[in-house]
């Protein structure tokens, strides 16, 4: 019996050595042809960058791959850099399941590896080429392809309006912003960046040197980092608002140096509102006065600050005697000021770790485009919100303990959170107001409206009951465990807004001149502001939910007064 047995067991180890043996020699040959494969696609010559070889590590990392863009005076291209071309649609995308958190992070992984597994091909593949693999300019559109612009690094080109936009931005997207607001040339760059404005400069660059896609538009280009992608734009895409040519300010008295005061002008027999608007659309100014015949372009100054408005009937005389008269007609363009639209990160991180503390739908997010603004630097979150961060809120991504932003957001409360900060701005809201914004928000989005039936059904009630006591815990913890708070009052900011926000910048200990605050009071309202209003219930409080809430508003008005704060603004009083 034991020599049978002895045989089978000398034959199973054969095989079992066989088997190891084959394993072996499979894996190895896959490997050689892997690794032949990968030395016939290496060029032998030096070769160009890849299109993702130009970003920092860190940036690719991300899958961000922005720069602070810059950019360009009139121009003078060259014929062969001119090439006609169709607007593009984004293709719409298919909303997937699951919470939103996770379908963020997961598309953050995915884009992390889309972008590594380029950034491989790209060293195997010599230098780029505008083949049909490679980005090139967007082969439907309404706008003319100019050319590929640099950026000198020090003044922008496109002068005009910004936009981000860091998943979806396409041609089509930039051409019709910049068309909505009379300007000549949409600029791409990065991938994701708009800028837009009346002139170029007199030479371009390669055109192989624009070599990012779009980020909602494969196949198009978007320019690269420093480099401008720019299309003049012809006209808006069916369905698209231009804006009015200009808005009414007021009636002012002049300045005392208008020469100084007002840089660039027209002396014309009949000008018109309109033409005035235009020609100061052109030259980049963001206010058109008129007075008379005579037509001036300036910014807001501080000898021109557009705060004391006079009785409009001053101005209402024949051209004639107004020309003789102090007064003038100012008008807003469409053209954006662009002198406090540059931002950064810290260059070196805060000692001072500073929190924007708000209960939700109190404004952070308006207070936030504010200080940004004000101070060139990025805010950062507590939170990751891809909205924020996809139309230029570049901190939402950094991480919250990095201390390379000026401060903060949270709605947190509670001991821990709260110690944690050495110093906070609380953002305070009048609670009815921000309890109708944050359901808003979290029915329709940062800039939608709850529909009717949110409303009607149950779930507004209970979000009531639930949201009325954080609003209060969330002002009395802030005011118990705050090692160094300045409060502020979101009516107050609105009515008083640049010398709210120049008490919030000096808290923040950052020097901003007034010029950089009249900007932002230029360009006070952001991208994320709800327009026009949604026909719901104009009272949607029951009198139980404005007893419960009033009760609230009683104890946070006296805790305020309890630590030497002035109470609650008036028009929280219950009503």
Known sequence: MAKPFFRLQKFLRRTQFLLFFLTAAYLMTGSLLLLQRARVALPQGPRAPGPLQTLPVAAVALGVGLLDSRALHDPRVSPELLLGVDMLQSPLTRPRPGPRWLRSRNSELRQLRRRWFHHFMSDSQGPPALGPEAPRPAIHSRGTYVGCFSDDGHERTLKGAVFYDLRKMTVSHCQDACAERSYVYAGLEAGAECYCGNRLPATSVGLEECSHECKGEKGSMCGAVDRLSVYRVDELQPGSRKRRTATYRGCFRLPENITHAFPSSLIQANVTVETCSGFCSQKEFPLAILRGWECYCAYPTPQFNLRDAMDSSLCGQD?????????????????????????????????????????????????RHLIE?????????????????????????????????????????????IEMFDSAILLIRNPYRSLVAEFNRKCAGHLGYAADRNWKSKEWPDFVNSYASWWSSHVLDWLKYGKRLLVVHYEELRRSLVPTLREMVAFLNVSVSEERLLCVENNKEGSFRRRGRRSHDPEPFTPEMKDLINGYIRTVDKALRDHNWTGLPREYVPR
């Open 319 to 367: 051209p004639e005697a107004q020309r003789l008269a102090e007064y003038c007609e100012v008008y807003q363009t469409p053209v954006q000021d662009t002198r406090c639209t540059d931002r950064r990160f810290l260059p070196n991180k805060s000692k001072v770790f500073v929190a924007l503390s708000s209960f939700p739908g109190a404004g952070n997010t308006w207070a």
């Open 373 to 417: 603004h004000a101070t060139g630097f990025y805010t950062g979150s507590y939170y990751f919100d891809g909205t924020l961060y996809n139309k230029g809120f570049k901190g939402e991504k950094d991480h919250w303990r990095s201390r390379r932003t000026i401060c903060v957001k949270t709605h947190e409360s509670g001991r821990r959170e």
